[in-house]
């Protein structure tokens, strides 16, 4: 299974983009980047994915490098509610199965 | 519908006792997931039940039996527990078995918080 690596942390001011890196370089080919959160104390909840191309939903875009080996995540206007665990995961038909969480960045969207 | 439906919200279970955590679904998804998460660790895969067979066992000790009756339910049956059992307890389902590959995502309970005395 691919591994991700996450800066721990990030702030970003309300109202301004909030721009989340990711990093997978081992990616293999059938595998999708995926985009969860979790807000305090409640579950984790799923944002985006993708395989190759850009994606956008009415939550958030992402943008996958074109070697797959990065990818970013952006709220486009972040709110205070925006505050939480990104995680960064990928998983595909290579993988065991396993929706494995990594240490994830914690965003502190600030007034 | 896309909720997962965890209950009880909170449970405080001596350790003698034997309790069991429900989640519900009514998504027709397949497979479903129980994860267990301490504070400020990120939440820590225990089992995969797809198409209502334990499909995953993450090494998780015998105190903790999981059940799936159906493809609606899950249970996770606790007995014996230890205080460091104590933490935040997921629930997760997904329209198929995560292995497929096929870009589909988890759908999350909020989780039940057990604090083991």
Redesign the interface.
């Known amino acids: 299974d691919a591994k991700t690596t996450q800066p721990p942390s990030m702030d970003c001011a309300e109202g301004r983009a909030a721009n989340l890196p990711c990093n997978h370089s081992t990616i293999s080919g059938n595998e999708y980047v995926y985009w969860y959160r979790q807000i305090h104390s409640q579950g984790p909840q799923y944002i985006i994915h993708g395989l190759k191309n850009n994606e956008t939903n009415e939550m958030a875009s992402l943008i996958i490098t074109e070697d797959r080996k990065s990818s970013t995540l952006i709220l486009p206007h972040a709110t205070l509610r925006d505050t939480a665990v990104y995680y960064c995961i990928v998983y595909g038909s290579s993988n065991t199965g396993k929706l494995i969480f990594g240490q994830g960045t914690t965003l502190q969207v600030k007034p | 519908d896309t909720e997962?439906t965890q209950t009880p919200k909170h449970l405080v279970m001596g350790m003698t006792n034997k309790k069991s955590l429900k989640c519900e679904q009514h998504m027709g998804h397949r497979a479903m997931?129980w994860y267990k998460q301490k504070a400020k660790k990120?939440?820590?895969?225990m089992f995969?039940y797809?198409y209502e067979k334990l499909?995953?066992n993450?090494s998780v000790p015998s105190r903790f039996s999981p059940e799936c009756p159906n493809s609606s339910l899950l249970n996770l049956h606790l007995h014996a527990l230890q205080p460091e059992d104590s933490a935040?307890y997921?629930c997760?389902s997904s329209q198929i078995?995560?292995?497929?590959?096929?870009?589909t995502?988890?759908?999350?309970?909020?989780?039940t918080r057990l604090t083991v005395v």
């Open positions: 997962v997931y990120p939440p820590e895969l995969v797809s499909s995953i993450e935040l997921l997760a078995w995560l292995n497929r590959g096929q870009g995502e988890a759908f999350f309970g909020q989780g």
